[in-house]
């Protein structure tokens, strides 16, 4: 069974960090390309940032450049999305996704609320 549980979400200020797990099971997940994406409320989905299977390339959103950084362990099946300099606008759901080939997965998500 295919599993993936987002988890570090939470309430924090503006300016503040926030580090997001996404720990999965239940497929090979040293062949999968790992990514985060985030919905805000009235708005689509977007990607935030994406991880080769490897790990040897990250790609960011423009607006996430500089301040977020994706990373992974592949020895605990696990994805990473550190956040800094949280804004306002960075409230949304936070989904985990696998992909390869033709398959993908996604995880249930978190919810990630910058409020003062």
């Known amino acids: 069974q295919v599993q993936l549980v987002e988890s570090g979400g939470g309430l924090v200020q503006p300016g503040g960090s926030l580090r997001l797990s996404c720990a999965t099971s239940g497929f090979t997940f040293g062949n999968y390309a790992m990514s985060w994406y985030r919905q805000a409320p009235g708005k689509e989905r977007e990607l935030v940032a994406s991880?080769?299977?490897?790990?040897?390339?990250?790609n960011y959103a423009d607006s996430m450049k500089g301040r977020f950084t994706i990373s992974r362990d592949n020895a605990k099946n696990t994805v990473y999305l550190q956040m800094n300099s949280l804004k306002p606008e960075d409230t949304a759901v936070y989904y985990c996704?696998?992909?390869?080939?033709?398959?993908?997965?996604w995880g249930q998500g978190t919810q990630v609320t910058v409020s003062s």
């Open positions: 991880i080769t299977s490897a790990g040897s390339s990250t």
């Open positions: 996704n696998a992909r390869w080939r033709w398959y993908a997965y």
